[in-house]
């Protein structure tokens, strides 16, 4: 939804270009007004959203980044591969449950095996162990299954302490979380075991991303948009499983929904499963 000024802006422009010959679509004014549009319907809380990332990013650099500078400094490389993997075998059902639901039934199937090796002979999922055999690593979601499904991004938006998401996509942070075996784990174990668990968890995905933060850091004028327009075409790179044709980056709006396609929200709209 257009904000109110950007429509007041609309209204006086159809003013004074009323009767006038018709603004060419290569006209510099035009397209910036166009692309401003774009960009207000894309993120229409853009206010509300900045609020959030600075106070995300003000808890980060105080405390999460120190944290994780500690963990990688002192942490062996070796054990920090073992603990990340240990973290995304635990959060894998998340992944295998979405194969079946974008009807991916053979990589489901893989998935589901790829589990079951590293939760046994891998350790608890400490050593990639399924990998070598031919069960490489998939990334899916319940954000990604709705687009698969042909829901359309909607509006970004910035979850506190959690980071960018969409309207699509806020729906897959609680599927993700009852489905991770740590929420399973939780029910039985006792909160002193968990909590310790839990927090090198954050510390393990926060040392992860630390390259990605300096590159913004240092690359970006605008880190917000940098944050923003980098999360939008991940997801899209991910939608496509890591091939979106070209046609699919003319729209913002409609940035994962397939070319020749309707957008998302009208009659009849149908988007199959990806093979």
């Given at each position: ?139 899916e ?42 929420f ?39 880190p ?15 939608i ?16 994962d ?14 988007i199959?499963?990806?093979?």
């Amino acid at each position: 939804m257009k904000s109110t000024p950007i429509l007041a802006l609309l209204l006086v422009c159809a003013s004074v270009l009323a009767g006038c010959a018709t603004m060419r679509p290569s006209d510099p004014n035009m397209e910036a007004l166009e692309s401003h549009e774009r960009m207000d319907s894309i993120d229409p809380n853009e206010k509300t959203n900045r609020k959030f990332y600075e106070f995300t990013d003000m808890v980060d650099r105080n405390i999460l980044a120190p944290v994780a500078d500690v963990y990688i400094k002192y942490v062996p490389n070796p054990m920090q591969r073992s603990i990340g993997n240990f973290y995304d075998n635990v959060a894998y059902p998340n992944v295998i449950l979405n194969d079946f639901l974008q009807g991916k039934i053979r990589q489901g199937f893989q998935d589901t095996l790829r589990f079951v090796i590293n939760s046994t002979i891998g350790g608890v999922g400490l050593f990639d162990v399924a990998g070598p055999m031919g069960l490489p690593q998939h990334d899916e979601d319940f954000g990604q299954t709705l687009g698969v499904w042909g829901v359309g991004t909607g509006s970004y938006l910035f979850v506190p302490l959690l980071g960018p998401s969409s309207y699509r996509d806020a729906p897959g942070i609680p599927v993700s979380f009852f489905s991770n075996m740590l929420f399973v784990a939780g029910t039985f174990a006792s909160s002193a075991v968990m909590a310790p668990i839990s927090v090198l968890g954050i510390i393990d995905k926060r040392a992860r991303l630390s390259g990605p933060m300096r590159v913004r850091d240092q690359a970006a004028l605008d880190p917000y948009l940098f944050v923003r327009e980098g999360f939008l075409q991940q997801r899209k790179h991910l939608i496509y499983d890591g091939d979106p044709p070209p046609e699919s980056y003319d729209d913002p709006m409609n940035h994962d929904i397939p070319p020749n396609e309707p957008a998302a929200g009208t009659v009849g709209q149908t988007i199959k499963p990806r093979p």
